[in-house]
């Protein structure tokens, strides 16, 4: 299988006309969207895999909020967000690269110079979890559920498909509107088969907690519905010996326990009820882990550096909504927000402030802007805040003392501008007075944003938060059922068609678009298809750092603030490979139980 799955390096051939038409092509087992794939000659396996990785074992991981459904595809119900683990797709992705792919499902990929369509050929040894063979037309079946009943985000990654096409039981045609472009072709490689043959008889359409055939490694072996979900390995798995997936998947059976509290959550994981944690709270990782089991050894803490290019994280307005409406109004309220402050009352200073759209990453614009973005932004230029090109945009700061006055006063200044009068300590207009209530799902972020809406009420609004649980969240977010809502947005190097339902016009008004501050913005919209089309990726680049600093001049969020480093509390009972990937902490594909430390932890597991 090895030297079968190196066989199909990249090659110029003339496609015979069996399958209806001649085009030369390139035929290859590895795609990227700019430039070379990295492993482009084969290889044996993945070099941040230890080939040699024992499998069995069990571990138990945590998991806030609940789910009440398998579904991933539609806009109803809750599904768990660990459920990747189950499904494979056409082609893999590489954790050293932030855009490739290589052969899984599909031993081999096809595509014409001007790369107008793709086709995939399927192994033929590939099959459901119940021994049923994956053919084409459970891809065809997959892709027509996303574009009939897909949440809208993920219909939008499939927006240059044009048609998609059953040529054999072993090879899919997916065809673009698009031409010499590769991000198309890219993302389809992501999609995973759906099983005719099961929803013959069922609603795809609906939620559902009775498990599906699966594709991957993993099956679900257990369910307690919005409590605990259970994954095992595949026993006979059809692709457990291909290059991609030697060293991987190691251990035999993933629980993943949820929980509605954090703190909880965190004292599970110190009583040994759960194996791993990435911990998100700057607070918890000061001061929760000082115990005896991390001065033993028994459990590690590590801070490897977070690689990953990121998405914004910051307090996103609902712009539908006055006085949100006002650019004006969203300038005061960031004029509140004293990030310097919760930094080192708070934060106990483990992050930095977020001044981009796309932060740790080539794509988002630092300093003034250079000759190749103001040449972007030029056609705009009556339509703009001058000062979009010629300053860096710099998130307000203060002293840091936490007496951030003069803020407060520029703040109240600009609301005054907007129609609001402070009175009484009230900013007031037609007889009522400012609200702003934030959205929250996990109360522990009430103690990050309390200084927020302290200077809030300092500046005269009546402020506050709202926590409702993981379910009423998720419906009033799909909703546009809120005032503020703290978001970080996920990030799919390059940027490309998903930026039309983060920040496209048409996509502010759909019912659970990502759209979620509302963003109308017509130069937007021209610069989003500019980067879709991009030719290289050098002028990608340029395109999103100008994109970047139209965002960011006119106020739609607040930023908030990232961490370069992953922060890693776990039992001391794995095995990891010495060499890490580039991007991630290969947690949990490419670990595995060493026995021997495990026998030295007193762990049921």
Avoid: C
Wanted: charged residues 25%.
């Amino acid at each position: 299988m090895k030297s079968a799955f190196r066989a199909v390096l990249i090659t110029p051939v003339l496609l015979a006309s069996a399958v209806g038409y001649a085009a030369e092509t390139t035929t290859t087992w590895a795609l990227t969207e700019f430039g070379e794939p990295l492993y482009k000659d084969g290889i044996e396996h993945w070099p941040y895999v230890n080939p040699d990785a024992p499998k069995g074992g069990t571990i138990v991981l945590s998991a806030f909020g609940s789910f009440d459904s398998l579904n991933t595809y539609i806009l109803k119900g809750e599904y768990p967000r660990s459920i990747g683990v189950i499904n494979d797709t056409l082609m893999a992705g590489s954790a050293d690269e932030l855009s490739s792919a290589y052969g899984l499902i599909a031993e081999s990929a096809e595509f014409p110079e001007d790369k107008s369509w793709i086709i995939f050929n399927l192994r033929p040894q590939a099959k459901f979890n119940d021994g049923s063979a994956i053919t084409a037309r459970d891809f065809e079946f997959s892709f027509s559920t996303i574009r009939t009943y897909g949440r809208p985000f993920l219909k939008s990654f499939y927006d240059e498909v044009e048609s998609v096409e059953v040529l054999s039981d072993q090879q899919i045609k997916f065809n673009f509107n698009t031409t010499n472009n590769m991000k198309p072709l890219l993302k389809v490689a992501g999609i995973s088969p759906l099983s005719v043959a099961y929803w013959s008889e069922r609603d795809v359409s609906k939620t559902y907690l009775d498990p599906s055939p699966s594709s991957g490694a993993y099956e679900i072996s257990d369910i307690e519905a919005g409590r605990s979900i259970t994954y095992k390995l595949v026993e006979d798995y059809w692709g457990k010996n291909l290059d991609v997936n030697i060293g991987t998947s190691n251990i035999e059976t993933l629980r993943y326990d949820y929980y509605s509290d954090f703190e909880v959550m965190v004292e599970a994981f110190k009583a040994g009820e759960v194996d791993y944690r990435a911990e998100n709270s700057s607070k918890r990782w000061a001061t929760a882990y000082k115990i005896d089991e991390v001065d033993d050894g028994e459990i590690i803490l590590d801070t490897p550096a977070d690689n990953q290019p990121q998405g914004v994280q910051g307090f996103f307005f609902n712009m539908r909504r006055a006085p949100f409406d006002d650019q004006r109004v969203r300038k005061a309220f960031g004029l509140l927000y004293d990030f310097e402050t919760t930094k080192r009352t708070i934060l106990y200073n483990q992050y930095e402030r977020i001044n981009s759209f796309f932060p740790n990453s080539d794509y988002g614009a630092t300093g003034a802007p250079t000759a190749e973005e103001i040449a972007v932004l030029e056609p705009y230029r009556d339509k703009l805040n001058p000062q979009i090109f010629t300053d860096a945009y710099l998130s307000p700061v203060t002293d840091g003392s936490g007496r951030n006055r003069a803020q407060v006063r520029e703040a109240i200044s600009l609301f005054k501008e907007a129609g609001w009068t402070f009175t009484d300590g009230k900013l007031m207009k037609d007889g009522n007075q400012l609200k702003m209530e934030i959205l929250l799902v996990q109360p522990d972020q009430q103690r990050v944003n309390a200084l927020f809406v302290q200077n809030m009420k300092k500046a005269g609004i009546d402020a506050d938060f709202r926590i409702v649980d993981s379910a009423q969240y998720q419906v009033r977010v799909d909703d546009f059922d809120f005032d503020m809502i703290t978001v970080r947005l996920n990030f799919f190097p390059p940027p490309g068609p998903e930026l039309r339902s983060y920040y496209g016009t048409p996509a502010a008004d759909e019912r659970g678009s990502a759209n979620m501050a509302g963003i109308k913005n017509e130069i937007v919209d021209e610069l989003i298809e500019k980067i879709i089309s991009s030719p290289t990726l050098e002028d990608l680049q340029i395109t999103t750092r100008a994109m970047d600093r139209v965002l960011l001049w006119n106020d739609y969020v607040i930023p908030q603030f990232y961490n370069s480093i992953y922060r890693l509390a776990y039992w001391n009972r794995f095995g990891k490979p010495q060499t890490m990937p580039r991007y991630g902490t290969g947690f949990p594909g490419s670990w595995w139980i060493d026995k021997e430390l495990d026998s030295k932890l007193d762990l049921d597991r």
